[in-house]
């Protein structure tokens, strides 16, 4: 989740040259997801930007979280961005699953919470 | 000595009124001292360019090819000189010429200029032209400075803001020489700035009133000026340059690139700062953060009924994100400091707005915009680079010597001010906290930035790089853009830290923490401290402010693109090609 405010100077290219990093999360759910059952897309994969996939599936009660990034070596700090997604919405049985190209995780949490909006029906 | 007292409590061999005033006799009719060296001086080095240009020296106007004989027969070793090095405005020409005089001539130039721009500035060091430096501000050769310092080949005086150098510009840094730039002479050498009058007032001043020298470049030689911004006798030579002296379009923001974070942070910045405190006369400074801010005045703003109530007054340069927020009938008047390539036409087509000469067309000056900010503003936001747990704050890093233009003086609370607003009296009166003090007020000073920058290069850290660039170039203090007693607010993603209400060093700390999001610094927060300052109204989150953040979209601009700003403006604003995208 690196990467640049969308104003920087940064290129494309300087992004893409990074290795890409997969990781991991779940954290216990409280609740299920309300409203529709479907999967939602929220996001663009583009410069400074990331998809955001949300899909209600049994989990066992689990929020599992995989992030795809195109900026390694951040682990920490998407554990703390998710981490707090997950107090924030305490959603289970849900996997999200993210595109990310260099958001900062500003970007990332209002993406998610723009996610859990449109899953939970009352989207903007 | 003579003097003899009967005085018991007079030293023996002390003076008498009776030998000091021999004294004062004496040397009254001594004649040893001159009293008007600098003007013989004046008079010898224009004697002697007049002989290296003759027969190329019409009036005032000479020949460009005699440029580089002009400048060595200007300067001697060590003069102070003042290149009109610009925020925007360049003599770009003279500038090229100077790095081309012969070191064995004129060398040690102590250079006394706000911004250093062109790698002209720079070239002067390397080839030992010029061996001091002091400066305000150095953009694109910052990194070419620190490593010119490091190699100890420049020595840098101090980093000033504007007004401070050219204070210091009538005290003790008066030019000798003054390389400037102009948009047109006459035959006589009055001088038209154009709209980009920016430095060249008070550089002319200083110099051409205390035995200086003031060499002009100009685009054209024309018979009649629109008006004349500089008056021909302050002016010794003038030169027609071959190509227009640079002008850089250092403001204007494409909305095409603001993003939804800085939405949020402007909704928040609108709705937190200028509703609440009712702010009228303000200053923003450069960059993405605030021209959001601007594009959201005619959109968000207004739907929260403040037009009339908010941003009324401005010391600021035609930002063309503005275009909007005017034609919407929020801004009232706009005094600059300089003016912006592509809004010329636009400017002069406002003259109610802004400040415009009888011709038609604009006049900025850095120096009297620099004292309306300092003075006549209620609030100053811009962005920063780096901000520490004190909320110092700073955009020199690691390499790169910057220096920090305006935002010192804007940032900073005017201490002598004395007329009141209602802006400035409620944060005086949060600053006071209920103590028993001399009511007084207080300039709202706001650092807005995202808790990372690009890179994920934290905003927050506990300590600037700046004590570290100090350390390396030998200055007796850390080059911090605005202290942390002069900020009032750092706003955020997370939201607003009023620094006002803190009542110590530790709330101050966790108020910074409680908005740096997920760096380093914002992760060691102490929870439960952040939320108690958010219960005080320290931290106001977005959402405490009916804020959702999920409406922060690009919706909300009153223009996404560059085209969108022409539009709004009635096809009067031009911007430059590189800003063309259609």
């Known amino acids: 989740m690196v990467g640049w405010a969308v104003s920087a100077a940064s290129t494309f290219s300087s992004l893409v040259k990074t290795t890409m990093e997969h990781l991991e999360f779940t954290f216990p759910g409280r609740r299920a997801a309300t409203g529709r059952k479907h999967a939602v897309l929220v996001g663009v994969v583009g410069s400074g930007n990331l998809e955001v996939l949300l899909e209600p599936k049994p989990l066992g009660g689990a929020c599992q979280i995989v992030v795809k990034t195109a900026v390694a070596g951040f682990g920490e700090i998407w554990q703390a961005v998710l981490e707090d997604f997950c107090r924030r919405h305490g959603l289970g049985d849900l996997l999200v699953s993210i595109n990310d190209l260099g958001a900062t995780p500003a970007v990332v949490a209002l993406r998610l919470d723009q996610a859990v909006h449109e899953l939970e029906g009352s989207g903007p | ?582």
């Open chain 2, 1 to 582: 000595m003579e003097g003899r007292d009967a005085s018991p409590r007079r030293p023996p061999n002390s003076p008498t009124l009776e030998d000091a005033r021999r004294k004062a006799g004496a040397v009254a009719v001594s004649k040893e001292r001159q009293w008007d060296i600098g003007r013989q001086r004046r008079a010898e080095k224009i004697e002697r360019a007049k002989v290296a240009l003759s027969g190329s020296l019409r009036g005032k106007i000479f020949s460009r090819d005699r440029t580089v004989v002009l400048l060595e027969a200007l300067l001697s070793p060590g003069d102070r000189v003042c290149q009109e090095g610009n925020n925007q405005k360049q003599a770009d020409f003279l500038a090229q010429a100077l790095t081309e005089v012969d070191p064995s001539r004129v060398n040690n130039l102590h250079v006394v200029q706000s911004v250093v721009a062109l790698p002209e500035h720079i070239e002067i060091f390397e080839r030992g032209i010029a061996a001091r430096l002091d400066f305000c501000f150095c953009g694109p050769q910052a990194g070419r400075l620190t490593a010119l310092l490091h190699e100890g080949r420049v020595s840098v005086g101090a980093i000033h803001n504007y007004l401070e150098l050219f204070g210091r510009y009538f005290i003790d840094l008066t030019p000798q020489v003054s390389l400037i730039a102009a948009q047109a002479a006459d035959s006589q050498g009055n001088l038209y700035t154009g709209p980009n009058t920016e430095d060249t007032p008070a550089i002319v001043e200083a110099t051409a009133f205390r035995g200086g020298i003031v060499v002009a470049q100009v685009n054209e030689i024309v018979d009649r000026l629109p008006r004349v911004d500089v008056p021909a006798d302050w002016v010794d030579f003038v030169v027609q340059s071959p190509h227009p002296h640079l002008v850089e379009p250092l403001f204007t923001r494409d909305p095409a690139l603001i993003s939804e974070i800085q939405i949020l942070m402007a909704m928040t910045a609108i709705k937190g700062i200028y509703a609440e405190y009712g702010v009228q006369h303000l200053n923003h400074g450069i960059g993405f953060d605030t021209a959001a801010i601007e594009l959201l005045l005619p959109t968000y703003a207004e739907s929260l009924g403040l037009k009339g109530r908010i941003c009324r007054h401005w010391a600021l340069n035609p930002h063309p994100t503005l275009i909007p927020a005017i034609e919407s009938g929020f801004v009232e008047s706009v005094h600059s400091f300089g003016s912006e390539s592509g809004m010329e036409r636009y400017v002069a087509a406002r003259s109610d707005v802004f400040f415009t000469g009888a011709d038609g067309s604009m006049r900025s000056n850095r120096a009297f915009c620099q004292t309306a900010g300092l003075y006549a503003c209620d609030l100053f936001i811009g962005s920063t680079l780096q901000i520490d747990l004190a909320g110092n704050s700073s955009t020199a890093t690691k390499g790169r010597m910057t220096g920090f233009g305006g935002a010192p003086n804007m940032g900073s609370d005017a201490r002598g001010r004395r007329h009141p607003t209602p802006a400035w009296l409620k944060a005086g009166e949060q600053a006071r906290r209920g103590r028993d003090r001399m009511p007084r007020g207080r300039k709202l000073v706001v650092q807005i930035a995202e808790s990372f920058r690009e890179h994920m290069v934290s905003t927050f850290v506990e300590r600037l790089d700046a004590w570290d660039l100090a350390a390396a170039a030998g200055l007796d203090i850390p080059p911090v853009m605005i202290y942390g007693e002069d900020v009032t607010h750092i706003l955020t993603e997370e939201g607003i830290a009023n620094l006002l209400l803190c009542r110590d060093e530790e709330d101050v700390e966790q108020a910074i923490r409680g908005v740096a999001g997920y760096t380093d610094v914002g992760r060691k927060r102490d929870r439960r401290m952040v939320e108690n300052l958010r219960d005080r109204g320290v931290i106001t989150r977005p959402e405490d402010l009916g804020i959702d953040p999920r409406l922060a979209t690009r919706d909300l601009l009153a223009a996404r693109s560059m085209k969108d700003l022409v539009r709004w403006s009635g096809g009067l604003y031009q911007p430059p090609a590189r800003f063309r995208h259609w």
